[in-house]
Each structure stands twice: as C-alpha cells, then as structure tokens.
C-alpha cells in the first residue's frame, strides 16, 4: 500500500529531480572514467611506450603477481592452529642470572684537568653576565 510518487507532498528543501542527479548516472560516469584509465595504460603512448610496457620493464606485473598470489593463499588457507608450548621446558633449560651479571658496569667517569676545568668556569662565568 503505496501512495503514488504525485500524490505524496515532498518534505524539507530537496532540489527537483532534474537539479539533484542521481546515484545511477554517477555510476555509469564512474565506470566509463574506470575503463577509459585501463585503456589509456594499454594503449597510449607517453614518449613512445605505453604504461605498461614501461611497468613490465621494471619488474611491476610480476610482483603484482606475487602479491595478489599471497593474498589469495592467505584467505583461501584454513586457518592454522598453534600449539601451546607449556613453560615447563623452556624454563628448565634455562638458569637465572647472578644478581651480579645483570647489573651493567657503568663506563668510567671523564676526567678534566686543571686547564679545562678553569676554562669552563671562565665560559660558565661569561654566559651568566
């Protein structure tokens, strides 16, 4: 139970029909855009190669390949299950550290002698004033 298009009153401020388009025409626009660009790739030259002749020359199409293989393996692939290690084993082979083999020695402190440590202070005392 349907009212007709003319008989039902338009709400809010939309355009005609005419002035606002429609989803069906910007498809089809899309589209030929779409395959107007797949074309050009194929067909026209720029300085003497098409697009993909200098794509194939590097290489391109072939790792396009690679990568859309991979993706397809990886969902197509059932999902792995993993195994649960236990702890048990791994922790047997191993021992804890000496308290005294975690801690890094540190490097041995720089020394200044008499001469630099006075031309510092005199550099210190000038960028205070």
């Known amino acids: 139970m349907r009212a007709e298009a003319e008989r039902v009153k338009a709400s809010g401020k939309w355009p005609s029909p005419r002035q606002r388009g429609s989803v069906r025409r910007m498809g089809k626009a899309l589209l030929l855009l779409m395959v107007g660009a797949i074309v050009a790739v ?56 000496e308290p005294a083999e975690r801690i890094l020695k540190a490097p041995p402190k720089e020394r200044l002698s008499s001469e630099d440590r006075a031309s510092l202070d005199r550099l210190v005392d000038t960028h205070r004033r």
């Open 42 to 97: 194929f067909v026209v030259p720029l300085h003497g190669k098409t697009l993909w002749d200098r794509a194939q020359r590097r290489g391109l199409p072939n790792s396009a390949v690679a990568a859309v293989r991979g993706a397809v393996s990886f969902f197509s692939a059932p999902p792995r299950k993993r195994a649960v290690a236990s702890a048990a084993p791994a922790a047997a082979g191993r021992r804890a550290p």
